[in-house]
């Protein structure tokens, strides 16, 4: 049996898949989750596993859920699966060109532009934080819960109004349990909250994202050697520096200490992301989130930046899974990429031009 589990939005669902056949139930609070398969006589030692929404969505409503995955899991031998909330959005839906749309705050919704094929999936716009007026322009039918609130925006527009989430959740899920859910993240950490969340924010207060300079490569050398196994050198640094407009290389500071960094290059209309970390003492605090997000932001303001890439050591585990949160996705293995042989993955994120 797989329990797919959603709370992205106003109210929570719950499906219940199993033997081919699959029950999908909205609860009024997610939390009350536990609660009601206890009642349907489910107990944890029939679950195989737990699919569970991960976002975009609502901050509050995708920690809750994730917290109750993972704790029915908990010493009980069940995988969790983390599925993008648009992928359980759109996997029973028929192939076509879909807009999902979820209210983040007013007049601004969590979307994007994907087209359909079966069971893949391609983000024609990527998922992102957009200004409703902004997404109204683009060209598909209309799918989830800002349709109920934005309804006269809506009127007139190709939509689906009936949908659920848990079912696709559910599936998707039996797909990873198989190897071919390509999308979901295996034991998740933390939602996909495409900008830093205002708690995020209240926990970074009043950090600054600045350009680096030749002055800060010993605080920086600093966070590079308690952070990385082989560490850049200052020579390496001063290297990227001196590529000016061609690289960017940006810290976090508050209160006049360096918290955290990134550097990448630009390669014609690719963006090599090479190095970003966070200092001890302020992790945990949405940092590397925060740069990664501004990154994106600024890469797609850009405009001319088709693809993002960067290499990982393959059992840096937290840093893939920012990476999959983000949209990067696993293309190859390197063997031996690093010099003590570890073994490196390749994850690309494209950036489409808008269709």
Sequence with gaps: MIIGIDSSGFKGEVAIYGGGNIEVHTLEYAED???????????????????????????????VGLAIAKGMARGRGIDVYGIPT?????????????????????????????????ESFERLIKDGVYPLQEVLEWDGVFIGNALERYQKEFKGRKKVEEFTIADGVARITEMAIKGMGISAVKH???????????????????????????????EILEIEREAFVEPWDMRSFLLVLAEGEKCIVWKVVKNGIIAGYLVGCFYGQKFHLMNIAVKKGYRGRGIAKALLHNLLKYLKKKGNVIEVYLEVRIHNQPAIELYKMFGFRIEAIIPEYYKNGDDGLLMKLPLPGRQ
């Design 188 to 218: 998740p950490e933390t939602p996909i909250y495409l900008s830093p969340s205002e708690a995020e924010r209240k926990r970074m207060g009043d950090f600054e994202i600045l350009p680096v300079t030749p002055q800060d490569i010993p």
């Design 33 to 63: 989750l536990p609660g009601f398969l206890d009642e349907k006589g489910i107990n944890p030692g029939d679950i195989e596993a737990i699919g569970v929404s991960i976002g975009p969505g609502s901050f509050t409503g995708l920690r």
């Design 86 to 118: 648009f992928d359980g959005l759109l996997f029973t839906q028929e192939d076509g060109v879909y807009i999902p749309v979820l209210h983040a705050r007013h007049g601004i919704v969590f979307s994007a532009r994907i087209r359909k094929e079966g």
